[in-house]
């Protein structure tokens, strides 16, 4: 073992310590006045406690498509996400 990182190591939820599957998810998120739903989020699910997180390269795609919706003057919006 000279300090290579394991890549299947099994992560664990930060509230429960319950194993992380990816997975896919829906994430609400309130801006403001607005609501916005975005389907189809790739993320890494806890099997016990089922709380998702985004992964980090998901995030900053999330924080584009919410820019992005800043422009629409729609109150609620659903939108897909789709990889870059
Ligand atoms: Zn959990």
């Known amino acids: ?3 290579k ?5 099994v ?5 429960c310590g319950g194993a992380m599957d ?4 829906t994430l609400p998120f309130l801006i403001v ?14 099997a016990d406690c089922g709380e998702a997180y985004m992964k980090s ?3 900053g795609e999330i924080e584009r498509l919410l ?5 629409l003057h729609s109150e ?6 789709k990889a870059a």
């Not at 990182?5 to 190591?9: G, H, I, L, S, T």
């Not at 006045?33 to 806890?46: D, G, Q, S, T, W």
């Open 1 to 3: 073992m000279t300090g």
């Open 5 to 9: 990182e394991e890549k299947n190591k």
């Open 11 to 15: 992560k664990q939820c930060p509230l």
């Open 22 to 25: 990816d997975g896919i998810t």
């Open 33 to 46: 006045e607005k609501v916005v739903v975005i389907r189809n989020v790739p993320a890494e699910i806890c």
């Open 57 to 59: 390269h998901v995030v």
């Open 67 to 71: 820019d992005r919706l800043e422009e």
């Open 76 to 81: 609620v919006s659903i939108i897909y996400y």
